[in-house]
């Protein structure tokens, strides 16, 4: 507890919640003010932290029991459904989730029945728009989301091994690499908004705050 009396996983869960909150105002604003807008896009983007929540609900429910398994397995259908829709229908997201499974399915991160079931749905959606809209991701992008995904990956298991709790520990709990890939992506215009890495930043974020989630 600190000096306010309040939990310190209850303070760091507020955080990450504002912090979801502001990134995902700042994604929706960007769009409305595009001189291209497109309603659609609003709910792609509020589709970002939802998914980040998600998957971060099915890691727990398994790796620490924090959560019930029964509710993940029962999310993880409509959630590979709802990434999978962004795959074939954005692609923006194409881009970003497809490289971001195939990192996941190399690292070897589909340890549960809840993820095995999600990323199976999630790629045959990814399938169905290979082969009817081959053009609808960029090969170079998601190769690079598969990169820094993998690494963010390494990173984070290297560092929970380490048992360390240094600067470089924090940072690569926090995933950096896919940020700063997707901030990459943006700035060469092979995702063609900042929108897509405010709404991403808001998808970490979410993921966090359900790992920070005071349930006692």
């Known amino acids: 507890m600190d000096g306010l009396g309040y939990p310190m996983k209850g303070r760091q869960a507020l955080g990450y919640l504002v912090a979801t909150f502001v990134c995902l105002v ?32 099915g890691d727990q429910s398994y790796d620490s029991g924090r959560f019930s398994k029964r509710i993940s397995l029962m999310l993880a259908l409509p959630g590979g459904v709802l990434m999978g829709s962004l795959i074939l229908w954005d692609r923006s997201s194409a881009t970003i989730f497809i490289g971001m499974l195939v990192a996941l399915l190399i690292a070897a991160k589909y340890d549960n029945p809840a ?3 999600g990323f199976a749905v999630a790629a045959i959606f990814a399938l169905v728009s290979f082969v009817n809209f081959p053009n609808n ?78 349930l006692e």
């Open 26 to 57: 700042m994604a929706l604003a960007i769009t409305l003010v595009s001189s291209t807008f497109d309603p659609g896009q609003l709910l792609i983007l509020l589709a970002y932290p939802l998914l980040g929540g998600l998957i971060k609900y």
């Open 137 to 214: 991701f960029d090969l170079l992008g998601a190769g690079l989301i598969f990169l820094s995904a993998f690494a963010d990956e390494v990173g984070s298991d290297r560092a929970d091994r380490s048992g360390s709790r240094s600067v470089l520990w924090r940072a690569m709990k926090e995933r950096p690499f896919m940020k700063v890939a997707v901030l990459f992506l943006c700035a060469v215009g092979i995702i063609n908004t900042l929108a897509y890495l405010f709404a991403f930043l808001a998808f970490d974020l979410a993921y966090s705050f359900v790992e920070k989630v005071p």
């Open 115 to 117: 993820f095995k079931l």
